[in-house]
C-alpha cells in the first residue's frame, strides 16, 4: 500500500513539474517580448495592442464555447475511448468554426462601422488570426488526457515562435499593429504541428457529426459560456475602461505592472490545480484530515508567496528600469501598491479550495459574478480622480471584500469544524 502511494505521489509530482514547466515558458515569454515591443513601438502603441487582444478574449469566450471545461471534463471521461473521443473533438472544432465565421463577420462590420476602431483599424484586421488560432488550439485536450509534457510542448514551441514573430515584424513604431497578428499566427502554427501528433499518436480523425445534435449541445451548455463572460470581465474589460476613461499609454503601463503581478496568480492558480484534488477527496474519507492539510499547505504556500512579494517590493523600482518605460517612479509606487493584491488574492483561493470540496459552487459563483460587476463600478466611479491607482485600489477592495463574505460563510456553516456536516448554501 505505502509503494503505490508512493508511486501515485511520484506521478503526480512528475505532472506538476511538466505542468509547471509550460506555465512557466508563458510566464518568461512577456518579460522576453514587452520590453522589446516598448522600446520599438512605445508604451501608447503597446497599449493599443493590449487593448486589441483584449477585445480578441472576449469573442474567444464564444468561440472556445466553454471547452476549457466542459470539453476537458468529456476527454478526461471518454480518454480510452477512440470513437467517442474523436466525436468530442469533432464536436469542439464544428462549434468553433462555425462562431470562428459568425462572429468574424460581426467584428468586420463593426470594424468599418463603429469611429472607436476607425484609427487602429489594421490592428484589429490582423487580431483575426487570434480568432483562426482557436480552431487548432489543442491544449483543452492534452489537459483531458493528462499528456502534461504534451501540454508544455505546446507552450514553449507557440511562446517560441511569438518571440521570434516579434523580433522579426517589429522595427519601427508603426509595427505595432503586428503584435496581435504574430501572437494568433505563433498559437496557430504550433497547434497544426500538434494536431498532427494528435492523429499519429491518438488515432484522431474528424467524423461527421449533424447540425442537430450540435445545436442540442450549444442549446443545452449556453448558460455556462453566458457566465465565462464575467470571468473575461474580471480579466480583461479594465484595460478597456482604462482605454475609455484615459489614454493608450496609461493602457500600456496598466498591462505591465499587471504582467508583474499576473507571475503570483499564475503561480497561486497552479499550486491550487495541484492540490484540490487531494483537499476533495481527504474532505470525502475525513474532514478532519482534509482540513489539517488545507492548513498545512496553504500556511507554507502564504508564507513562501509572502517572501517574494516582499523582496519584489524591495527591487520594484529596479524591476520596472527594466522596461525601458517612462515615468519610473510612478510606475514604481503602482507596483508597490498593486502587491497587496496577490496577498488577498492567494487568501481568497484558499478559501475558494474549501468552497468548492465542500460543494458551495453556486455560492462562490454568485460571489463572482457580483464582484466582477462591483469592480467595473467602482473602476468606474474613481478613475478620473486616482487614475490607475484607482483601479488597483478597486482591485484590492473587491479582493478584500470577497474574502470578508468568504470567511462569514466559513464561520456560519462551521466549515473549519472537525464534523463531516456538510450544508448547502
Not at 407 to 422: C, E, M, Q, Y
Given at each position: 500500500m505505502n509503494i503505490l502511494k508512493t508511486v501515485l505521489a511520484n506521478a503526480q509530482i512528475k505532472k506538476l513539474i511538466q505542468y509547471g514547466i509550460g506555465q512557466g515558458f508563458n510566464v518568461i515569454a512577456p518579460f522576453i517580448v514587452i520590453p522589446f515591443?516598448?522600446?520599438?513601438?512605445?508604451?501608447?502603441?503597446?497599449?493599443?495592442?493590449?487593448?486589441?487582444?483584449?477585445?480578441?478574449?472576449?469573442?474567444?469566450?464564444?468561440?472556445?464555447?466553454?471547452?476549457?471545461?466542459?470539453?476537458?471534463?468529456?476527454?478526461?471521461?471518454?480518454?480510452?475511448?477512440?470513437?467517442k473521443r474523436n466525436y468530442i473533438i469533432s464536436r469542439v472544432v464544428y462549434i468553433k468554426s462555425f462562431f470562428i465565421l459568425f462572429l468574424s463577420i460581426v467584428f468586420y462590420i463593426l470594424i468599418n462601422q463603429i469611429e472607436f476602431f476607425h484609427k487602429d483599424k489594421e490592428l484589429y484586421y490582423f487580431s483575426f488570426s487570434i480568432f483562426m488560432a482557436q480552431i487548432v488550439n489543442p491544449l483543452w485536450i492534452f489537459q483531458g488526457l493528462e499528456k502534461f509534457n504534451l501540454f508544455s510542448c505546446f507552450s514553449?514551441?507557440?511562446?517560441?515562435?511569438?518571440?521570434?514573430?516579434?523580433?522579426?515584424?517589429?522595427?519601427?513604431?508603426?509595427?505595432?499593429?503586428?503584435?496581435n497578428f504574430a501572437f494568433g499566427l505563433s498559437i496557430f502554427i504550433a497547434g497544426i504541428i500538434f494536431f498532427?501528433?494528435?492523429y499519429k499518436q491518438y488515432q484522431f480523425v474528424l467524423v461527421p457529426i449533424q447540425p442537430s445534435e450540435l445545436y442540442n449541445y450549444m442549446y443545452a451548455n449556453k448558460t455556462y459560456v453566458f457566465s465565462q463572460i464575467f470571468i473575461w470581465m474580471q480579466l480583461y474589460s479594465p484595460i478597456l475602461l482604462i482605454n475609455y476613461f484615459?489614454?493608450?499609454?496609461?493602457?500600456?503601463?496598466?498591462?505591465?505592472?499587471?504582467?508583474?503581478?499576473?507571475?503570483?496568480?499564475?503561480?497561486?492558480?497552479?499550486?491550487?490545480?495541484?492540490i484540490y484534488p487531494k483537499i476533495c477527496f481527504e474532505f470525502d474519507i475525513a474532514k478532519k484530515e482534509g482540513i489539517s492539510s488545507w492548513k498545512l499547505f496553504n500556511t507554507i504556500n502564504f508564507?513562501?508567496?509572502s517572501f517574494l512579494l516582499f523582496?519584489?517590493?524591495?527591487?520594484?523600482?529596479?524591476?520596472?528600469?527594466?522596461?525601458?518605460?517612462?515615468?519610473?517612479?510612478y510606475l514604481t509606487n503602482l507596483l508597490q501598491t498593486a502587491l497587496i493584491y496577490p496577498v488577498l488574492f492567494f487568501i481568497v483561493y484558499a478559501l475558494k479550495q474549501l468552497l468548492l470540496a465542500l460543494h458551495y459552487e453556486k455560492t462562490f459563483s454568485r460571489i463572482i459574478i457580483f464582484m466582477s460587476i462591483?469592480?467595473?463600478?467602482?473602476?468606474?466611479?474613481?478613475?478620473?480622480?486616482?487614475s490607475l491607482f484607482g483601479v488597483f485600489y478597486s482591485f484590492i477592495f473587491v479582493e478584500f471584500l470577497t474574502l470578508i463574505?468568504?470567511?462569514?460563510?466559513?464561520?456560519?456553516?462551521?466549515?473549519?469544524?472537525?464534523?463531516?456536516?456538510?450544508?448547502?448554501?
Open positions: 515591443i516598448i522600446l520599438k513601438c512605445g508604451e501608447e502603441n503597446f497599449g493599443k495592442s493590449a487593448i486589441g487582444m483584449s477585445i480578441a478574449f472576449f469573442i474567444i469566450v464564444f468561440i472556445d464555447f466553454g471547452c476549457d471545461i466542459l470539453g476537458v471534463k468529456d476527454i478526461s471521461i471518454n480518454r480510452d475511448n477512440v470513437e514553449i514551441l507557440s511562446k517560441s515562435i511569438y518571440i521570434i514573430l516579434i523580433f522579426y515584424f517589429l522595427n519601427q513604431k508603426s509595427d505595432y499593429i503586428f503584435i498532427y501528433v494528435l484615459g489614454t493608450s499609454i496609461q493602457v500600456g503601463q496598466f498591462r505591465i505592472v499587471d504582467q508583474i503581478i499576473s507571475i503570483f496568480k499564475t503561480y497561486i492558480l497552479l499550486s491550487f490545480n495541484f508564507v513562501f508567496v523582496i519584489l517590493f524591495v527591487f520594484s523600482y529596479e524591476i520596472i528600469d527594466y522596461y525601458n518605460i517612462s515615468n519610473k517612479e462591483l469592480n467595473l463600478v467602482i473602476i468606474s466611479l474613481v478613475y478620473k480622480n486616482y463574505l468568504l470567511l462569514f460563510l466559513t464561520l456560519k456553516h462551521r466549515i473549519l469544524s472537525d464534523k463531516n456536516d456538510i450544508y448547502e448554501v
